[in-house]
């Protein structure tokens, strides 16, 4: 009943999303700073089991403990790039890294102008709120910045907008100026409201102004809500808080906001970054391993640390208590996560160093912050809606944060936008339904090396970062460390049963040979260069797909409906489909609000650069295999032809044109192209080719001896049509 639902809402469009308003859940996203994937019990600490081995000290997190008993674990799910403004930068878009337009280590780089979590939840009639840290706003002042928070799609903020305020978790006491001379600290929409936060530690700050907002909003809105809830911690600072977390939760225990400047929240009095957890002020550890000898004090930086924790365990319990107290527990979806990976830091004039071996935040899986083995990428993840996601359940489905966009899309009763390179996790966490399988893939620049931790695998210890690329297929990760070209190898490694990453597959068979090329090939297809952000990729030509079963044409699935954008048709049930010459708007099934999908394989007669023409009458969208080309929706006007120039090669390549027609004006989109050895023109329905299942073709033959494990989600080959078919036995 609940898939039915969302597919009708999304079929019949926005007036019946509007009538049903009241089924659809709020969503709260909490995402933390530097929280690695061993950070949580559930996850690893509990593993460690302190009281018996005295020599693996351990904390604990007993509320996301519970939080996960009452929920899904996602074990295999992937933030974005292990920094963490490219992860959010990505995360907010719905676009992987080969798509973001914040990449590397650009921090404070505004968020592009474009589809956001925010604007698609806000236009199926969500209020939007951001609370915490952002980092992604742009250069200038509060009200100057291109990327601020009010001009991507959310209604409210109240945070840190500079990165460089993150790194301090009080922003009163420890703030200074940012990497562009602004001032850190907080604001309030576009107004700067430091100076009243003496005392305010960040996370109690960010965690009573969530709860007040909550409190406030619901006695004035019926509308649904989408929170982003940025905690600052554990990352940069060790700074702990100033007193206990008080006592009980919700409306009536906790955190509260007062409002007062001076007292703005309810711990803002005592000593700042004075106070440790009692389970942790004296704790010791058996250092050298050996139970005859005397154990040691924990160092101050791990006792911080755990403190810092333990303040997020409690800060998340208060906030879902608050949802009971408000009756909007059962209708609330909660996601709990972390930017990027453990990181071994000190912050801007942090007094301690974080080393995360002491507790192992990296879990049993190697890698930390700015590194893509496993614990640099994969981020313990925790998914709450009573009723609806299953208790104590575990996934091991590969997702990654661009699939949150689709999600809640869905989840809102809307298709995602076809820019998203997501896919909805509503059938994993609903468990029910089928999932469509997620493209993981991570490109990040940074210099140094992978620490040479006894922990790592020999292999990855000390490994040159440099350029680095991960790609997952077939179930399988490919990954990179200073790639110098195209042609460099992949090492291959299956993550679903070898999660440290301690066997290297690649050329182990000839299976291995060849999802070593389709490897080289796919991260290819599915990116696009960004200006200022320089792989050594860029400029290699994409390759084709190998396909026969190709005659003439092109295959079409009309849609009907009101359309805000040009929208994922995967997620759409057609009226009808077939097959025309080109991208022919006649075949549409009646005059106006209608959508078409176009589907089908550009046949290049030579290897070299091509600039692709595209004019559509309202909105459309523009994919060569996965790479995103040509974005004629969001800001887009009308009639307006827009370019775009890609490398290559000789071959068929397959296309996807999303369009969509809505009231005003005739029905018009229209493909041309120029490339080596001939000028601007239509392309011509020759080059325009479409799968024909019945066509003939030679047999082509698999190796049968691999080995070949999936991943737990189905793993299917999409063509260019968007048919799924079963992969061929290995």
């Not at 990855?460 to 790639?483: C, F, M, P, W």
Request: with cysteine; glycine share 8%.
């Amino acid at each position: 009943m609940f898939r039915r639902f969302l597919v009708l809402v999304a079929f019949c469009g926005a007036a019946v999303v509007e009538a049903v308003a009241a089924e659809r859940p709020n969503i709260l996203f909490i995402l933390t700073d530097d929280l690695g994937y061993g950070d949580i019990g559930v996850f690893y600490q509990n593993s460690r089991d302190f009281s018996t081995n005295r020599d693996k000290p351990a904390f604990a997190t007993p509320k996301l403990d519970t939080m996960a008993a009452e929920g899904l674990q996602l074990r295999r799910h992937y933030c974005s790039a292990p920094v963490c403004a490219p992860s959010r930068a990505s995360l907010l878009l719905g676009v992987h890294q080969g798509h973001a337009n914040v990449r590397d280590n650009h921090f404070d780089k505004a968020l592009e102008n474009n589809h956001t979590l925010a604007s698609v939840l806000r236009q199926a009639g969500y209020t939007t709120v951001l609370i915490g840290k952002y980092g992604l706003q742009g250069s200038g002042t509060a009200v100057n910045q291109p990327g601020h928070p009010l001009r991507r799609g959310f209604d409210y903020f109240y945070g840190m907008l500079a990165h460089l305020s993150g790194h301090y978790h009080y922003p009163k006491e420890c703030g200074g100026t940012d990497d562009q001379g602004q001032p850190t600290g907080v604001h309030e929409n576009y107004t700067n409201v430091t100076s009243g936060l003496a005392k305010c530690y960040s996370t109690d700050l960010f965690t009573a102004r969530a709860k007040r907002w909550l409190i406030d909003d619901r006695a004035t809105n019926a509308q649904p809500f989408f929170m982003y809830l940025g905690l600052t911690a554990p990352h940069a600072r060790l700074d702990v808080p100033t007193q206990a977390y008080p006592a009980g939760g919700g409306t009536n225990g906790g955190l509260h906001w007062l409002g007062t400047p001076g007292t703005m929240i309810n711990t803002a009095s005592g000593t700042v970054n004075s106070w440790i957890h009692p389970d942790y002020a004296s704790a010791t550890y058996d250092h050298d391993h050996n139970p005859a000898t005397t154990e040691i004090a924990w160092p101050t930086y791990a006792k911080r640390h755990a403190t810092m924790m333990r303040r997020i365990d409690d800060a998340v319990s208060d906030i879902l208590q608050t949802l009971k107290d408000l009756n909007l527990d059962a209708n609330t979806l909660v996601v709990f996560t972390s930017d990027n990976g453990p990181h071994n830091e000190s912050g801007t004039g942090g007094s301690y160093t974080q080393d995360p071996r002491f507790f192992g935040s990296f879990g049993s899986i190697d890698g930390i912050k700015r590194d893509t083995w496993e614990a640099g990428l994969r981020v313990p993840t925790l998914v709450r809606w009573p009723g609806h996601v299953p208790t104590g359940a575990i996934s091991m489905s590969a997702s990654q944060f661009h699939d949150w966009l689709p999600t809640f899309a869905e989840l809102a009763g809307l298709p995602a936008p076809a820019r998203s390179d997501g896919v909805s996790l509503v059938p994993t966490l609903i468990g029910n339904g089928t999932q469509r399988t997620s493209t993981i893939y991570a490109e990040y620049y940074v210099s140094g090396s992978t620490p040479t931790y006894t922990e790592f695998e020999s292999a990855h210890r000390g490994a040159t970062r440099n350029q680095e690329q991960v790609i997952h297929l077939d179930g399988y990760k490919g990954i990179r460390y200073s790639v110098a070209n195209a042609t460099n190898d992949f090492r291959i490694y299956d993550t679903l049963n070898d999660p440290k990453e301690t066997t290297n597959l690649a050329g182990t068979s000839d299976f291995f040979v060849n999802l070593q090329q389709r490897m080289k090939d796919r991260v290819l297809q599915v990116r696009r260069p960004l200006s200022g952000v320089a792989r050594p990729y860029d400029s290699t030509l994409i390759p084709p797909d190998v396909e026969a079963h190709l005659v003439a044409g092109l295959d079409y699935k009309a849609y009907e409906g009101t359309f805000s954008w040009a929208p994922d048709f995967a997620t759409i049930v057609p009226v009808t489909s077939g097959t025309c010459a080109g991208l022919d708007p006649s075949v549409r099934t009646r005059e106006d609000n209608i959508g078409l999908l176009y589907t089908g394989y550009l046949s290049v007669p030579a290897d070299g650069t091509y600039t692709i023409y595209l004019t559509a009458d309202s909105r459309a969208f523009l994919r060569i295999h996965d790479a995103s080309v040509i974005d004629a929706d969001f800001g887009y006007a009308g009639g307006t032809e827009i370019s775009a120039t890609i490398n290559l090669k000789a071959g068929r390549h397959a296309i996807r044109l999303a369009y969509v027609h809505g009231t005003s004006g005739t029905p018009a989109v229209s493909l041309l192209w120029s490339g080596p050895g001939f000028a601007k023109q239509a392309v011509p329905a020759e080059n325009l080719l479409r799968y024909d299942p019945n066509a003939t073709v030679t047999p082509k033959a698999f190796d049968d001896s691999a080995s070949t494990p999936r991943d737990t989600s189905a793993v299917i080959d999409v063509l260019a049509n968007d048919t799924p078919r079963e992969c061929p036995a290995i």
